[in-house]
């Protein structure tokens, strides 16, 4: 739709000469008229503005231009590359930054993701009677470089990073939808409302990507599959198209607490610091450190009962059935198999993909602080030209 203006100017022209013109006895009243425009049909309404009418009176409506008339040229954008960020739409740009560092930081952690894998699933893997209940961490490293090598360590990776474009995605740009929603009638944002839109947020993003999260587990940990296809397939011969949301239940109890408090001790440290500290990099990365393990060790044994509800063959047919399960069988320490691979991959991968996040933000703010300038430059170029135009 095509906005539109009344602008009031006043110029002085040189060559007018004063004059005593009586005014038309048709007006009542020395008054002069302003004429709006109705932005959505154009019609004309009349506003009155009182004021004494002499010498001279010009009245002028001026239509405001489509911003994009002012956009810059190829030549502004080449001096000033920064702006070019700006016409990127905002959400596709949060989307390939979320995408890019979900992606490297699984790819530089998936050893330690694999390692915690097997140690959180041995004991339904290799079966239930006449097995050790667990085994180490050092152990499991020695595992699978023994039977699989050095690709072993990445395997189950393609999956999960295919997983994580869609998921960092709609992950990020939920909890900015939700943040938005959550917030009170000032625009604040409470403690509650962020725990709130994080939880929703990690909810939704798990809710559209979980299919693929168990096809990553199943190609992880189950011996005979080298492809996610060939995983699909067979769990939909074997098992239907409800095994692959097997464990949702679990899985969605267990990240919305997990994302909220990730989100919330994140965002609430960052706004705790002086401001000077708030943009640095470093910062970023210790402090998604800190909110990673918080939410960490709080969380996890909900993820060890979601990994193994996933697993083919489980004993356990719910959460309330699981948790005293692995609590007999393992004790206290089963619900925490597997948790230094988890706990040393958490530097890397949520701080990598927070900083990413929040140092993109900054950087789309700046970008449009200079698309604006640039729009600005060009609509004084503008008003000048046509300026000395109506003065010749």
């Not at 405001?64 to 002012?70: A, G, H, L, V, Y």
């Not at 944002?189 to 587990?217: E, H, K, N, Q």
Request: proline share 5%; hydrophobic share 40%.
């Amino acid at each position: 739709m095509k906005k539109s203006q009344v602008s009031l100017s006043c110029r002085e022209i040189p060559a007018l000469k004063s004059s005593n013109v009586p005014i038309s006895s048709s007006i009542v009243e020395p008054e002069f008229y302003l004429l709006q425009t109705n932005r959505s049909s154009h019609a004309g309404t009349s506003t009155r503005l009182r004021g004494n009418v002499s010498n001279f009176a010009s009245l002028s409506m001026e239509e405001k231009k489509e911003e994009r008339e002012f956009y810059p040229t190829s030549n502004q954008l080449l001096k000033r590359p920064l702006a070019l960020l700006a016409l990127v739409p905002k959400d596709a740009a949060l989307f390939a930054a979320g995408a890019i560092a979900g992606a490297a930081a699984k790819t530089v952690t998936a050893p330690l993701d694999r390692i915690k894998l097997l140690m959180q699933t041995h004991g339904v893997r290799v079966g239930q009677e006449g097995v050790r209940k667990g085994i180490g961490f050092i152990e499991a490293i020695t595992l699978i470089g023994k039977e699989e090598g050095i690709k072993g360590y990445w395997k189950g990776n393609l999956p999960q990073v295919i997983r994580i474009i869609p998921y960092s995605a709609v992950q990020l740009f939920a909890y900015e939808t939700y943040k938005k929603l959550f917030s009170g009638k000032d625009g604040t944002l409470s403690v509650i409302g962020r725990l709130a839109a994080g939880a929703c947020a990690g909810m939704t993003s798990t809710f559209v990507t979980y299919p693929l999260d168990v096809l990553r587990l199943r190609l992880a940990v189950e011996p005979g599959y080298k492809t996610m296809t060939q995983v699909a397939f067979n769990m939909l011969k074997e098992e239907g198209v409800a095994s692959f949301y097997s464990g949702l239940g679990p899985s969605l109890i267990g990240i919305a607490p997990y994302i909220a408090v990730n989100f919330c001790v994140f965002d609430l440290v960052k706004k705790a610091l002086p401001e000077e500290y708030q943009k640095r990099t470093e910062t970023s990365l210790i402090t998604g450190l800190i909110s990673a393990t918080v939410a960490t060790v709080m969380c996890y044994p909900l993820d060890t009962v979601r990994r193994q509800l996933q697993m083919r063959g489980t004993p356990y047919k719910t959460v309330l059935d699981a948790f005293p399960g692995i609590l007999e069988r393992d004790g206290l320490v089963g619900l925490y198999r597997g948790f230094v691979p988890n706990a040393l991959k958490t530097l890397p991968n949520s701080s990598i993909r927070l900083t990413t996040f929040d140092t993109v933000k900054r950087l789309i703010v700046a970008s449009e602080k200079e698309l604006q300038k640039i729009i600005l430059e060009n609509r004084n170029k503008e008003g000048q030209s046509t300026s000395e135009g109506t003065v010749r």
